[in-house]
């Protein structure tokens, strides 16, 4: 007997939705893929402020996972698309520094500040970010292809 405000869900969706998570738990321990003859791969980093502001061993984890894979899947470029920390803290910074620093001289890598990356407490109120101090543009000069830069404040 359904009682106010309920309502019954059809057995079909039921079925979908048990068989969608079996799917997810299955691909989660899925092998990771061969390697493919003659490409290489491009390492794309999103969001890692939730780990450095509170798991900073688990970027610590992905960070030695693509210094252990860059011979194995011709690892070309590391690319960090921003959200680097959650509060532009120290500490936080320091972390993803560690982490960093664990392919640092094993391949070239990018970093793109987001907007947790700016201003005061990650609020993004303004461009002021701890982003320089900790990955000075000096890291970037001594990578292959570095090319220059293109603004009036470089070290900014």
Known sequence: MLHSGQRRVPLTAVLVAAALA??????????????????????????????????PELYTLQAGWIAANIQRYNIAHVLHVGDITQHNTDEQWAAARRAHAIYADLVPAAYAPGNHDLGPNGSAESRGSLFAD??????????????????REPER
Request: charged share 15%; no cysteine; glycine share 10%.
């Open 22 to 55: 079996l799917s997810a738990a299955t691909a989660a321990h899925a092998a990771p893929p061969s390697p493919v003859e003659g490409g290489f791969a491009l390492v794309v980093v999103p969001d890692t402020q939730n780990y450095t502001w509170k798991r």
């Open 134 to 151: 900790f990955i000075p543009l000096a890291s970037y000069r001594r990578q292959p292809g570095f090319g220059g830069v293109y603004d």
